[in-house]
């Protein structure tokens, strides 16, 4: 599995960005797609994800201020977020996590600069 991530960049408080990550190889019906951030000196966290019945699962520090969309045909995930302050500067890393028989094995895409800064 490789995952390609893009967007991110510099944004206002209160501005809005959207990143976009596409998974190519083999793909699983029970992978659930979705994306992680660190910001410095904290832990990865999670942001939101998405399995493929549709069941989102967002990051506390979210807030209702995010959404998540996922293409199955094309193998994508997408999330919009809106209303960003300065806590949500981190490195956005995508993230695809496959069932196992115990526990999960995570794919991960290159992270991407995300900069909210007035």
């Known amino acids: 599995v490789q995952l390609q991530a893009s967007g991110g960049g510099a944004v206002q408080p209160g501005g809005s960005l959207r990143l976009s990550c596409a998974a190519s190889?083999?793909?699983?019906?029970?992978?659930?797609m979705g994306w992680y951030r660190q910001g410095r000196g904290n832990q990865r966290e999670l942001v939101a994800d998405?399995?493929?019945?549709?069941?989102?699962d967002f990051g506390p520090s979210v807030g209702g201020r995010f959404t998540i969309k996922r293409d199955y045909a094309e193998n994508t995930v997408t999330p919009e977020m809106n209303d960003l302050q300065s806590e949500d500067t981190a490195v956005y890393y995508c993230?695809?996590?496959?069932?196992?028989?115990?526990?999960?094995?995570?794919?991960w895409g290159q992270g991407t600069l995300v900069t909210v800064s007035s």
């Open positions: 190889g083999d793909i699983f019906s029970s992978d659930i």
């Open positions: 993230n695809l996590r496959r069932p196992q028989e115990q526990g999960f094995k995570n794919f």
């Open positions: 998405m399995t493929r019945e549709g069941v989102v």
